[in-house]
């Protein structure tokens, strides 16, 4: 089919430098790429967007894209409704031909990946996992992250808290949360929030460890460099991009909706983002324990169940 | 459960849980003092909001946090004029005015934080502490409590200031009078009007310098919507209290005691889902309720604007 | 018709009113009046419910500003724009609606209007108020909460706070109608003080005595305007029954004597023989925090019987009522209507029975302000036919009804629409008469039925409780106003501290041995 | 604690519905509703300006997208079904005196009560008395929910507004705990319940999108206004609202009338998140809150606690709240604006009222 114009829907303003921003961004990326327009629908919020899809159905656009767990009830009715292909997050049952096709994306691997940095790196041997909410995607991070560290060094002690009620933008309880985090010993923190990450990024700026050096801090999805202040260790960067361009390859192919499209390392499309805070050698090192990953050598599961995740934690903290 | 928390840790939890007080602290006295005057101030969301994002303005461009509780204060003053003027002045549903300010606010700070700081998201250094000699020597206790920015202080301190003011002053028979009977305290030559706004606009500095130290201190940045119901707590805690400033200090502590409970269950280990540990805070203030809330004895005028000579 | 016509200003007025016009939605509260007030004079204010006796003092008082006219303080043209202002001027007033705050002390309400920033000063206060109350010849306790004393303290509370503030003029309104016989003579005698040491005094009433035995001069408003005056030289030159038969020409434009030396006629024997409509054993309520308790009050009233209730304000007779009415949590004793124990029955169901209560506290809990006079008439009928069927208003027989009560009661409002609360005092009482003796009625609580109403009102209302009696109901007449007993009962009861102290035949000699028993003495 | 600001407005909007003068009365309101929304447009275009973004066009496309493009209305009708029972339950609850500022977490239980039954009913009974049984669990689940702020207020005296404000925290809490750990639908990884299929939900108006529950929400908002200004009960509440204590002298059960519009109110709140589901949604997701409370209060006290009004004034939200989100995307300004300019809305709509009533006043004078 022909493809003149893609839409992306995102709860929140592509500026985050998280999951909105690498949403948009990839979205405009691979239409450039693929010649075709964009428009970008942001700040929706987590309501009903089944107006804005249908408008901008109705306006013409050949692909939505609905970049939010949120939206994945809602965006397939309006493809049936209306016949116009989406793409949805995180339901990989929901694959139609033509009509709706699902990413389901997780970075566990890169999480897996950046828990064997955080053992190798802790010098307390004790890391921390501060989450704002407990969002599938972000569960398989979490518990890659930790099954990461333990494969790097059984002795470390993880602590994993999430921060409080209505936690999203609550970018106090973030600080606050990531401050008791590090006070119980942490000097690594993996953090996921979007607005309270902010928080925790502050935490690790203003907050020494244990022994009275640098506590760093891990982020996910984006890459927050553009504003560090020397703290990041490093992030599990997603690069969407593939993913939005093969489906337009695939629309134009008529073979949308028949398969899952995903991201992981083997293509860079998940990626351990190199910081200078990061010694070469450890650097290379982990960048064996990458090919084993695309190899298969090692096995990383996700798991996207909060109770699983908590058990996990509970499992390895002892 | 103790062998599992070094001191480190509990202090933490206990520096923690005066941080998340001290703007519900902050607050509660001052949608104390609209309500003592009669002024059911629902705005104060929003005031707390103004505050946050001008205190943090203030505080980022002028390298000073104290400028920052100014500016943040001036913020809250900005919003509770508007308050009074509509609904102290012209007698307005406050409710109304209320939640329209707190819309409004929330917009606005979030429009300006998207052109001015959505790109570099800046962020404060750490706020500079005033230790307290000896007392911040106490093991646990010493770096919970006397390792904070002096702004706490004054602010605990400001609870002792507002109950003299209620119960030695003339002021603070003014103000009871304005909310339990407007006409009294205006044919005694008190013009209600004005204490109600001095009330108010009282509020807005108080609510302005909470969403400030909420920002500068408690986040060290600004994000939209960062107050997240904080004056609805205080507008909570404020009704709780039944007009005596010291209850709004014990509910604004264990409301902050229970935030940082929950961290700590969660670090012990406690495998139960967070979403249950996390309604702890909210279900020990329906607790407080249920216990001590019989017959809040709330000001008779609260909430009805006042009109001289109506009847 | 009075001395209108020549311009009223004269030197020696602390105030003169130049033809001051007020309007209120609907009405014309007042209409051109002239007025002046003098140092050294009590001037009296007559006039009928909703004359515009409150609205005028409002204007001096700063409440209110003049819509036409103006007002003139010392000879110099003057605009009162708030109490404060008032205040400063030296124009103190006591207004007919209580305004203190009732969650402080005495002391707290007489204080209030210092500078903000100051401590209270209570010593100072204390020293003050002492030399005052011991020539007032009351007695207040300072650190009293005002919500815990009777209506008639709280009025001596505000009596002294004008004194306090050491006014050239002071404006008393309706000051007396909660005080004793007795409480009336000393501030009756007070007045007189003050205008001797120069002083002006304005003093509204309804009671015509007090206003002979206390004024210097007189004014008669009716209807907004100011019918008529009389001045000092002639009120001196009349005597007492002709100056109020004048008065009474002037109000109502009919001539009569004492109109309310009235005697109560008996008609209890037509319903001789009867059992007690009433009865009432061992009744006992709990003190609260502001209230004192009952304890074994027992009585009963028989078909056509009037028993009043005498007492000094505050001393049970609000609970007694409450109690009876079901308003109030009852800790003992029993309560009968025609045979039917009630003590245990909510208050709907007493209504149903045929039990009425008239309550003293009309703004407070016998009407809602807000709504319309209309509804007001059937708000302890909610939901009943024919006003409602099958509980939807019938919008026709209400306005139909309404129309008729207000008609036999004459109720002065402007609409049937007009909210309850904008009437006046007098008006207000006429709708809850009207609602409590339309049907049904076995058993009729009155607390204070004439408290405030003018003098037609009143004699009205008082006959309209003795046709009550007449027509076989039997009625406890709670009031303060003993002439107002001694008029209507067959028998008066007294109460003190919650309990009746002596009970006695409305006969010759009840006026002595009643008052023996009010203040603590055998009858 | 009475305020009595809402009944002094119903008793006098009582009055002004009388024959003749209704026309002339309706065409005023239009005319004092209208004037004052341009002018709030006026203002919030000066702060576009400020952000270089042409006023005219934002309203354009607000206008057109909201309101006359035939998606753009079908979209704004369809926001209006929630709305409108929320409206509903404020007005019960604000007429008698009662502040229910609990309405967003009665809202929510009862969304996730009508998600959690829903799917499963219909697997027993016919669609109409699934859906029929959905509703009336949700109604009865925030019944239910509002039962402690109306007991501590009617036999305690504790104020509403406090409690209400809590257990509107504890019941956005426990939404999602039930979402996620009773109710969760085993078949997706993100935490919701299970859907109701498209084609079991209310059906739809005609050929449009809009769903009936609009129809739903007219007839109730209008049953609730004519029982609240035509009945005995309902008077029977505004007598509690407006005077407590002359309820209480009046003989009226005050503590049961008291529980008795907490349970409407609530049970209309809960009724609005289970016609969101049952006629749109078709789930709730796990931290889910649209928060629709907050934005009807003020709207339900522009219109006096009029129930006819009280539509205009949803209608207009609804309008603003579609509109304004497409006009932001299409010129660049963060969707927050459309808060601001609901804001800016209200409190001009706040102020002309005022300033009507005082013209009013001055011309009977
Ligand atoms: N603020 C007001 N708003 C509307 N109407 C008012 C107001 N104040 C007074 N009125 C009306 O003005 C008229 C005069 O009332 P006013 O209170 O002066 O009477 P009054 O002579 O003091 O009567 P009473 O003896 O019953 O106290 C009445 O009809 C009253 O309803
Ligand atoms: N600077 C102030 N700070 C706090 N409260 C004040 C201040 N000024 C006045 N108030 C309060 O404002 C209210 C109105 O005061 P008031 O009418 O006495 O004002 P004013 O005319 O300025 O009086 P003053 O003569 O004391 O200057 C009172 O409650 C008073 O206590
Ligand atoms: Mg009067
Ligand atoms: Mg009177």
């Known amino acids: 089919a022909e493809v003149k114009s893609i839409a992306i829907l995102t709860p929140e303003e592509g500026t985050d430098y998280g999951w909105n921003q690498q949403g948009i961004d990839a979205a405009k990326a691979a239409a450039k790429a693929a010649g075709v327009e964009v428009v970008v629908a942001q700040g929706l919020g987590y309501g009903d967007v089944r107006p804005t899809l249908r408008e901008l159905a109705s306006d013409g656009a050949s692909l939505l894209i609905a970049h939010a767990s949120g939206y994945n009830t809602a965006a397939p009715e309006i493809a049936h409704e209306l016949k116009v292909p989406v793409a949805i997050v995180d339901t990989p049952a929901g694959l139609e031909k033509g009509l709706v096709a699902d990413y389901t994306l997780s970075g566990h691997e890169g999480a897996y990946l950046a828990g064997r940095l955080a053992a190798k790196m802790s010098r307390s041997k004790s890391v921390g996992i501060v989450v704002s909410g407990e969002p599938p995607s972000w569960n398989s991070q979490s518990a890659a992250f930790a099954q990461g560290v333990k494969a790097g060094n059984p002795d470390v002690k993880i602590t994993y808290a999430v921060i409080g009620p209505a936690a999203y933008s609550d970018a106090a309880g973030g600080k606050r949360v990531t401050e008791s985090v590090i006070a119980s010993g942490a000097d690594i923190i993996f953090g996921q929030g979007n607005g309270s990450s902010f928080g925790m990024l502050q935490a690790v700026e203003t907050t020494k460890a244990a022994d009275g050096g640098k506590v760093y801090f891990i982020d996910v999805i984006g890459d927050k460099s553009p504003i560090d202040k020397g703290f990041l260790l490093s992030s599990v960067v997603w690069n969407i991009e593939p993913v939005y361009a093969a489906m337009i390859a695939d629309l134009r192919a008529d073979t949308f909706g028949t398969k899952h499209y995903s991201i992981g390392l083997k293509d860079d499309s998940v990626q351990l983002l190199k910081t200078a805070a990061i010694p070469d050698d450890v650097w290379a090192e982990m960048q064996t324990v990458r090919e084993d990953i695309i190899s298969g050598k090692i096995k990383v599961e996700p798991i996207f169940d909060a109770a699983a995740v908590r058990a996990l934690m509970t499992s390895v903290a002892q | 459960m103790s062998g599992l928390f070094s001191d480190v840790f509990l202090s933490a939890l206990l520096f923690g849980a005066i941080t998340a007080a001290i703007p519900l602290l902050l607050a509660g006295l001052g949608e104390q003092m609209s309500e003592k005057a009669g002024v059911l101030n629902i705005g104060i969301e929003g005031m707390m909001l103004a505050g946050a994002y001008l205190g943090f303005v203030g505080a980022f461009y002028s390298g000073s946090l104290w400028l920052g509780f100014l500016t943040g204060i001036a913020g809250g003053v900005a919003v509770a004029l508007i308050m009074a003027l509509l609904c102290v002045r012209i007698g307005l549903n406050q409710i109304v005015i209320g939640i329209a300010l707190t819309l409004g606010v929330e917009g606005l700070t979030a429009l300006l934080h998207h052109f001015q700081f959505s790109r570099s998201y800046p962020r404060l250094p750490a706020a500079d502490a005033t230790v307290i000699p000896l007392l911040s020597n106490i093991p646990v206790i010493g770096p919970a409590f006397f390792k904070h920015h002096m702004i706490v202080y004054l602010a605990v301190a400001l609870v002792f200031v507002m109950s003299y003011i209620y119960r030695r002053t003339q002021l603070g028979l003014n103000l009871q009078a304005a909310g339990d009977k407007p006409a009294a305290l205006d044919v005694a030559g008190i013009d209600v009007m004005k204490t109600r706004t001095i009330a108010v606009l009282t509020t807005g500095a108080l609510a302005g310098l909470g969403g400030a130290y909420l920002a500068n201190v408690g986040a060290g940045l600004f994000i939209p919507f960062i107050t997240n119901g904080a004056g609805f707590l205080g507008i909570v805690l404020a009704m709780l209290a039944r007009g005596r400033p010291v209850w709004v200090l014990v509910g604004a502590l264990v409301f902050g005691v229970c935030l940082s409970l929950t961290t700590a269950m969660q670090v012990a280990g406690i495998n139960m889902p967070t979403d249950i540990i996390q309604m702890l805070p909210f279900l020990a203030v329906m607790a407080m309720l249920v216990l001590f809330g019989r017959r809040a004895s709330l000001p008779a005028a609260l909430g009805i604007p006042y009109e001289r000579g109506a009847r | 018709m009075s001395g209108s016509a020549s311009s009223p200003v004269d030197k020696r007025d602390i105030v003169t009113l130049e033809s001051v016009t007020k309007r209120f939605p609907g009405i014309v509260a007042n209409d051109d009046i002239d007025l002046s007030i003098r140092p050294g004079e009590v001037h009296v204010l007559l006039g009928e419910n909703g004359a515009g006796k409150s609205t005028l003092i409002g204007m001096l008082s700063g409440l209110q500003q003049p819509d036409e006219g103006r007002i003139l303080v010392d000879g110099k043209p003057t605009q009162i724009t708030s109490p404060r202002n008032a205040l400063a001027l030296g124009i103190g007033t006591v207004f007919q609606h209580m305004m203190l705050v009732p969650t402080l002390t005495v002391a707290e309400n007489l204080l209030l209007g210092g500078p903000w920033w100051q401590t209270p000063k209570t010593e100072e206060l204390a020293a003050r108020v002492a030399e005052i109350t011991s020539s007032l010849g009351i007695t207040l306790k300072l650190s009293a909460k005002v919500s815990e004393l009777s209506l008639g303290e709280q009025q001596q509370v505000e009596i002294l706070r004008a004194m306090l503030r050491n006014s050239r003029l002071l404006i008393l309104d309706e000051s007396t109608s909660m005080l004793t016989p007795k409480g009336i003579d000393e501030l009756g005698a007070l007045m007189r003080r003050l205008v001797g040491q120069g002083l002006a005094v304005v003093f509204i009433t309804h009671k015509l005595k007090e206003a002979v035995a206390f004024g210097d001069r007189i004014s008669v408003l009716k209807l907004g305007k100011k019918v008529g005056e009389i001045p000092p030289e002639r009120l001196r030159s009349l005597g007492e029954q002709e100056i109020i038969a004048e008065i009474v020409e002037l109000m109502f434009g009919t001539q009569g004597a004492d109109p309310e030396a009235a005697t109560h006629p008996d008609h209890t024997a037509s319903f001789a023989g009867a059992a007690p409509l009433l009865q009432v054993k061992d009744l006992a309520v709990a003190q609260t925090e502001n209230a004192p308790g009952l304890s074994s009050i027992s009585f009963d009233i028989r078909p056509g019987e009037i028993l009043g209730i005498a007492g000094i304000d505050g001393n049970g007779q609000k609970q007694l009522a409450e109690a009876l009415a079901g308003q109030r949590a009852v800790a003992g004793g029993s309560i009968w209507v025609d045979r039917t124990a009630i003590e245990t029955l909510s208050v709907g169901a007493r209504r149903e029975i045929g039990l009425r209560y008239l309550t003293d506290d009309r703004l407070g809990e016998g009407t809602v302000g807000t709504f319309p006079v209309s509804i007001n008439f059937f708000l302890k009928q909610v939901g009943a036919a024919p006003f409602w069927r099958n509980g939807v208003e019938q919008r026709g027989e209400i306005d139909a009804r309404a129309a008729q009560l207000a008609r036999e009661y004459d109720v002065r409002t402007p609409s049937l629409k007009t909210p309850v609360g904008r009437l006046s005092g007098g008006n207000i009482q006429k709708v809850l008469l009207a609602r409590e003796l339309a049907e049904g009625a076995k058993v009729v609580i009155f607390n204070k039925p004439t408290y405030g109403l003018d003098l037609a009102n009143t004699l009205a209302s008082r006959q309209r409780i003795r046709d009550t009696a007449a027509r076989g109901l039997a009625v406890l007449l709670i009031s303060t106003d003993l002439e107002e007993l001694l008029s209507m009962c067959d028998r008066i009861a007294v109460i003190a501290d919650g309990a009746l102290v002596g009970t006695v035949d409305n006969v010759d000699d009840a006026r002595t041995k009643v008052g023996r028993l009010m203040i603590g003495l055998a009858a | ?365």
């Open chain 4, 1 to 365: 604690m009475s305020i009595d600001t809402a009944p002094t407005v119903s008793a006098t909007a009582l009055d002004a519905t009388s024959g003749a003068a209704t026309r002339r009365a309706i065409l005023h309101r239009l005319l004092m509703t209208l004037g004052p929304i341009l002018i709030a447009l006026i203002i919030a275009g000066c702060i576009l300006l400020a952000v270089g973004v042409d006023p005219l066009a934002y309203y354009g496309y607000v206008l057109e997208k909201g309101l006359f493009s035939p998606l753009g209305i079908q979209q704004t009708l369809s926001r209006m079904a929630p709305l409108l029972f929320l409206a509903a339950g404020l007005i019960v609850a604000f007429r008698a005196g009662m502040w229910n500022l609990g309405g967003d977490g009665q809202f929510l239980l009862g969304a996730v009560a009508a998600a959690a039954s829903a799917p499963v009913l219909i697997q027993f009974m016919p669609g109409w008395l699934a859906l029929f049984c959905a509703f009336i669990i949700a109604t009865i689940v925030a019944m239910i929910w509002s039962l402690v702020p109306a007991l501590l207020r009617a036999y305690q005296g504790v104020n509403e507004i406090v409690t209400t404000l809590m257990m509107t925290f504890l019941g956005t809490s426990l939404a999602n705990v039930l979402v996620k750990l009773v109710f969760r639908d085993p078949g997706t990884t993100v935490p919701q319940t299970r859907t109701l299929p498209v084609e079991d939900r209310l059906p739809r108006l005609f050929d449009t999108t809009i769903t009936s529950g609009l129809v739903l929400g007219l007839i109730t908002i209008i049953i609730v206004h004519l029982v609240m200004t035509r009945t005995a009960f309902g008077l029977k509440l505004r007598i509690v609202g407006a005077n407590p204590r002359a309820a209480v002298h009046a003989g009226l059960n005050v503590s049961a009338l008291t529980i008795a519009v907490f349970a409407i109110s609530a049970g209309l709140a809960g009724l609005a998140g289970a016609v969101d589901i049952i006629g749109v949604q078709g789930n709730v997701r796990a931290d889910w809150n649209p928060a629709y409370g907050l934005a009807v209060i003020p709207a339900v006290f522009l219109a006096r606690m009029n129930g006819f009004a009280a539509i205009g004034f949803v209608f207009l939200l609804s309008v603003l709240s579609i509109g304004g989100e497409s006009a932001a995307r299409r010129l660049g300004v963060p969707n927050h604006f459309t808060l601001v300019l609901i804001s800016i809305v209200l409190i001009v709509l706040a102020l002309a009222e005022y300033v009507d009533h005082r013209y009013n006043q001055s011309r009977k004078a």
